[in-house]
């Protein structure tokens, strides 16, 4: 159809899918949407487009998930490479991983020129420079391939800062010093703010060359109370602890991990650190506007509560600065009657709300943050700051009973 549309999860000449169908399954799997799609797309890989690989699996001859390994491998091959993998491997039986990297190699070289001689370009531009996730002590690693006269010359000025850090009093070692380093030299790169002041957040910024810091500071009416620091809703199903404590930890909205109180104060004292600390904002807080263009205000109290799309199991985030978005989805539809404010506001990526709006996944708003999803088939799911639960009872498969 012209919205639920067929998608292609498997490789050439396999069938493509029910969009709307796929998401359904996947949620009564308990897989997330992206890796329940590739689940998926390895089993159609093998039963259209290697029908011997499959046949070893039904016999049990092959392990299934050294077949879901395979179909990742063949996926992106034409139709006739497809078969010429499969051909081999019934005609060797098992191979190595090493070998059956060598075997389609040869598939795409024998059925693919075109193909092969892009990919002998492209690993001539295989340059990068990444960073892991924030590990719990505020640390990442990073990745790596440079050019070589860029590695000579970016190894040359670590080595000299450390030496003239350790000429200063820097007692720390010397790939210590070297890693720190590696933080002034970005440092000096970062450019200079202008101060302003946010005339609808009441945001003053202050600046000076160097990192930048955003604290949301959130406060509710249990702050004082309890252990509750605002960040996510009082969860319902919990028992209250007897004895609170005051919460260490803090949340990194960029990549949404947690980080220690500890770790934020040592980033805050780093020197020519701009500090913008933002008007206390009260997630709970609830007043609407009387428009359907939703304000800056409101969504930023519906992001800092979700964080990422309520659909079960999907993760995308609601920061734009990860790369990815989320719409913000009237619960009840502004034309017939909901407000525009965060009791009413949902955070969906683009592929959930398209289903929430054309087929018939829906959802109820529990309490602020939680959610209760009921699939085209009547499947129940609660979704909440912890994550997706499935609430129906496990279905037999055996159709007699």
């Given at each position: 159809?012209?919205?639920?549309t067929?998608?292609?999860?498997?490789?050439?000449?396999?069938p493509l899918?029910?969009?709307?169908?796929l998401?359904?399954?996947?949620?009564?799997l308990?897989?997330?949407?992206d890796?329940?799609?590739?689940?998926?797309?390895?089993?159609?890989?093998?039963?259209?487009?290697?029908?011997?690989?499959?046949?070893?699996?039904?016999?049990g001859r092959?392990?299934?998930?050294?077949?879901?390994?395979?179909?990742?491998?063949?996926?992106?091959?034409?139709?006739?490479?497809?078969?010429?993998?499969?051909?081999?491997?019934?005609?060797?039986?098992?191979?190595?991983?090493a070998?059956?990297?060598?075997?389609?190699?040869?598939?795409?070289?024998r059925?693919?020129?075109?193909?092969?001689?892009?990919?002998r370009q492209?690993?001539?531009?295989r340059?990068?420079?990444?960073?892991?996730?924030?590990?719990?002590n505020?640390?990442?690693?990073?990745?790596?391939?440079?050019?070589?006269?860029?590695?000579?010359?970016?190894?040359?000025?670590?080595?000299?800062?450390?030496?003239?850090?350790?000429?200063?009093?820097?007692?720390?070692?010397?790939?210590?010093?070297?890693s720190?380093?590696?933080?002034d030299l970005?440092?000096?790169?970062?450019?200079?703010?202008?101060?302003?002041?946010?005339?609808?957040?009441?945001?003053?910024?202050?600046?000076?060359?160097?990192?930048?810091?955003?604290?949301?500071?959130?406060?509710t009416?249990?702050?004082?109370?309890?252990?509750e620091?605002?960040?996510?809703?009082?969860?319902?199903?919990?028992?209250?602890?007897?004895?609170?404590?005051a919460?260490?930890?803090?949340?990194w909205?960029?990549?949404?991990?947690?980080i220690?109180?500890?770790?934020?104060k040592?980033?805050?004292?780093?020197?020519?650190?701009?500090?913008?600390?933002?008007p206390?904002?009260?997630?709970?807080?609830?007043?609407?506007?009387?428009?359907?263009?939703?304000?800056?205000?409101?969504?930023?109290?519906v992001?800092?509560?979700?964080?990422?799309?309520?659909f079960?199991?999907?993760?995308?985030s609601?920061?734009?600065?990860?790369?990815?978005?989320?719409?913000?989805?009237?619960?009840?539809?502004?034309?017939?009657?909901?407000?525009?404010?965060?009791?009413?506001?949902?955070p969906?990526?683009?592929?959930?709300?398209?289903?929430?709006?054309?087929?018939?996944?829906?959802?109820?708003i529990?309490?602020?943050?939680?959610?209760?999803?009921?699939?085209?088939?009547?499947?129940?799911?609660?979704?909440?700051?912890d994550?997706?639960?499935?609430?129906?009872p496990?279905?037999?498969?055996?159709?007699?009973?």
């Open positions: 159809g012209v919205i639920d067929g998608v292609p999860i498997a490789g050439d000449g396999a899918v029910s969009e709307f169908h998401m359904e399954l996947i949620a009564v308990g897989r997330s949407p890796g329940g799609r590739a689940y998926v797309g390895r089993i159609i890989e093998c039963a259209w487009r290697l029908p011997n690989l499959y046949a070893a699996v039904v016999e092959l392990a299934p998930w050294r077949a879901e390994r395979i179909a990742d491998l063949t996926r992106s091959l034409n139709a006739e490479a497809a078969a010429f993998v499969d051909r081999q491997l019934a005609a060797v039986g098992g191979v190595g991983w070998q059956l990297d060598r075997l389609v190699t040869e598939a795409i070289l059925f693919d020129p075109e193909r092969a001689e892009q990919e492209a690993a001539a531009d340059r990068h420079f990444d960073f892991d996730d924030i590990d719990s505020g640390q990442v690693e990073s990745h790596s391939l440079l050019d070589a006269a860029d590695a000579h010359d970016l190894d040359q000025a670590l080595t000299r800062r450390a030496i003239v850090r350790g000429k200063l009093g820097d007692t720390d070692s010397f790939d210590v010093r070297r720190k380093s590696a933080g970005a440092r000096q790169d970062l450019s200079l703010d202008l101060l302003f002041a946010d005339e609808e957040t009441g945001e003053v910024i202050a600046t000076s060359p160097g990192r930048k810091v955003v604290l949301n500071v959130h406060i009416d249990t702050t004082l109370n309890d252990d620091t605002g960040n996510e809703p009082e969860n319902p199903f919990a028992k209250p602890d007897p004895n609170p404590v919460n260490p930890v803090g949340r909205a960029d990549k949404q991990v947690p220690s109180t500890a770790q934020i040592e980033w805050l004292r780093a020197r020519d650190t701009t500090v913008i600390v933002r206390i904002i009260d997630l709970a807080d609830c007043v609407p506007v009387d428009s359907y263009e939703i304000p800056d205000r409101i969504r930023q109290r992001q800092l509560r979700d964080h990422s799309c309520r079960p199991g999907c993760g995308v609601t920061s734009s600065t990860t790369g990815h978005s989320c719409d913000l989805d009237h619960a009840q539809p502004h034309g017939q009657g909901g407000v525009t404010c965060p009791c009413n506001l949902v969906l990526c683009r592929r959930h709300h398209r289903a929430k709006t054309f087929s018939r996944w829906r959802y109820l529990v309490l602020p943050g939680y959610y209760l999803w009921t699939s085209p088939n009547s499947r129940h799911f609660l979704v909440g700051p994550g997706t639960r499935a609430l129906d496990p279905r037999t498969v055996d159709p007699d009973e």
